[in-house]
């Protein structure tokens, strides 16, 4: 069975003189009459065309290339739409692994990385948390606690969202050794055996995670990480309780009794585990989640699910950790994903990275104590926050959550036709605002329809076994979506 991995990889090779004439009939036959204010897709080669077969054929020598699709013209890309090295223009639903907050070169965004406040960044990158900049408070902490999730009393900046999960770990850890020790201090044997990797100092704790997650390749969180074999093999892992996350069964609405079944029979796993852990001898000390498990197939559950998720972690005195690393800024509708679940009580940690430009992590309680625990070298990038903060600035002015939610409510209704027109190729429609997602039939229908999408000039995501997942810029509008289900409606008609 093919994975999610190899479609970057698998292409149908044409010889040029018919590539360019299935271009041709392509370019003619695709929504010919919707019209886009940023203009239309141009594909004047197979995609990927000679010029990225070359670069890649270069590349190889030297770099690992395996998940390489397609090589970009960085500088003729503009806004929904990436150019490749061949000179096609593509609308990009796939944003750079969901990491572009208002797409390709946009205007406020070059000027505030042109900036000299940038470039002075740049050129004198500061040990953040030794040699903070004097306008360090006023640059950045505060434009990250103008978005800060309900609840949350602090902001840690970190460089990316792996590193903000494991450091979200490491203070669920402390967090859980301070209630355990009180107002103690460490002790000598403590000192003493952490430096041998040995309890006390070094206690055995762990973090509860689900099946299907994705938090990151670094050495503790990959120990939480289920999405795909090839991730975790020959890396040594901590001895960890991992829960079954739902597997819930569409169209929802005529699956309630049975998702509802299948919610609880999870979330009744959850408290089973979080007691056999402690009874073992490795407490759980937090729980951590995606709101969307977005690079394990997109695999939702209900707000009413999270709910009880976070009743349970209350219960149990454990952290409960929100990865919005690809939910976060926007991306679901709302600034962050978690805020659809209406929490009575907020979380503890919320991880953030990809569109926000930096990676970090907001706390709803007192950093640990003493001081320099959770620490690096940079502890962010002020150059990148110069980034953030004209994005956050320009989100915020032009409502663009709003445009953006509006255009997944397109999307999503555009799916459930689709899914009812071609039941043979299409299933299980979902999404949470404009972060959409629809399975095929089979992996190789999935791989073969975003193959013909890419030609007809539709870039997409993978994920999962069979998903096609959906992670457009929030300068995506409905004109955009209404586009894109045209042609995926165009390409299923000649695949049905």
């Not at 999405?227 to 929802?252: N, Q």
């Not at 953030?388 to 255009?407: P, V």
């Not at 409905?478 to 409606?489: E, G, L, M, N, P």
Request: proline share 6%.
């Amino acid at each position: 069975m093919l994975r999610a991995s190899a479609f970057t990889r698998r292409q149908v090779l044409l010889p040029a003189k018919a590539a360019r004439a299935l271009v041709c009939r392509q370019r003619n036959d695709v929504a010919g009459s919707i019209k886009l204010p940023d203009g239309l897709p141009d594909v004047k080669t197979e995609v990927p065309g000679p010029r990225s077969k070359e670069l890649l054929k270069e590349m190889t020598k030297k770099v690992e290339t395996g998940t390489v699709s397609f090589f970009v013209d960085i500088q003729k890309s503009k806004g929904n739409f990436v150019m490749d090295a061949d000179g096609n223009r593509l609308l990009d639903l796939f944003s750079q692994i969901a990491s572009l907050p208002l797409g390709y070169n946009h205007p406020a965004l070059l000027e505030a990385a042109g900036s000299s406040e940038a470039t002075m960044h740049l050129a004198n990158r500061a040990a953040l948390g030794v040699h903070p900049p004097s306008s360090f408070q006023q640059e950045a902490i505060e434009a990250l606690m103008a978005v800060a999730p309900a609840g949350m009393k602090e902001v840690t900046p970190m460089m990316c969202g792996s590193c903000a999960n494991e450091n979200a770990y490491k203070v669920a850890f402390m967090w859980y050794q301070a209630k355990r020790r009180g107002d103690a201090p460490f002790t000598e044997e403590e000192f003493s055996s952490c430096m041998m990797n040995q309890s006390p100092g070094s206690p055995k704790l762990s973090i509860l995670s689900f099946t299907g997650a994705f938090h990151g390749r670094l050495f503790g969180v990959l120990s939480t990480t289920h999405s795909k074999a090839i991730h975790k093999m020959d890396v040594p892992a901590f001895d960890w309780p991992v829960a079954p996350f739902p597997e819930l069964k569409y169209p929802l609405e005529k699956h309630t009794a049975e998702n509802e079944a299948e919610e609880k029979r999870c979330l009744q796993k959850v408290k089973e585990l979080i007691s056999e852990w402690f009874a073992k001898g490795c407490p759980v000390a937090g729980i951590v989640v995606e709101p969307v498990q977005a690079e394990g197939g997109d695999n939702h559950a209900s707000n009413a699910f999270f709910r009880e998720l976070r009743q349970i972690a209350k219960e149990a005195d454990v952290a409960m950790i929100i990865d919005e690393v690809q939910t976060g800024c926007g991306a679901t509708g709302k600034m962050w994903a978690h805020e659809h679940w209406e929490l009575s009580d907020p979380p503890d940690l919320v991880t953030f990275a990809k569109r926000m430009q930096i990676g970090g992590y907001y706390l709803a309680h007192e950093r640990p104590r003493p001081h320099a625990r959770i620490f690096n070298t940079w502890l962010g990038d002020l150059a990148h926050l110069a980034v953030t903060r004209a994005a956050l600035k320009h989100i915020r002015e032009n409502d663009l959550i709003k445009q953006c939610n509006e255009a997944g409510t397109v999307l999503q209704s555009g799916f459930k036709a689709l899914e009812e027109k071609y039941p043979t190729l299409l299933t299980k429609a979902r999404g949470l605002g404009p972060f959409t997602a629809i399975d095929g039939c089979t992996p190789e229908i999935r791989d073969k329809l975003c193959h013909e999408m890419r030609q007809k000039g539709i870039h997409l995501g993978v994920c999962g076994d069979a998903s096609i997942r959906l992670r457009p810029m929030l300068t995506f509008t409905k004109d955009h979506a209404r586009f894109v289900i045209s042609v995926f409606d165009n390409v299923l008609s000649k695949m049905a």
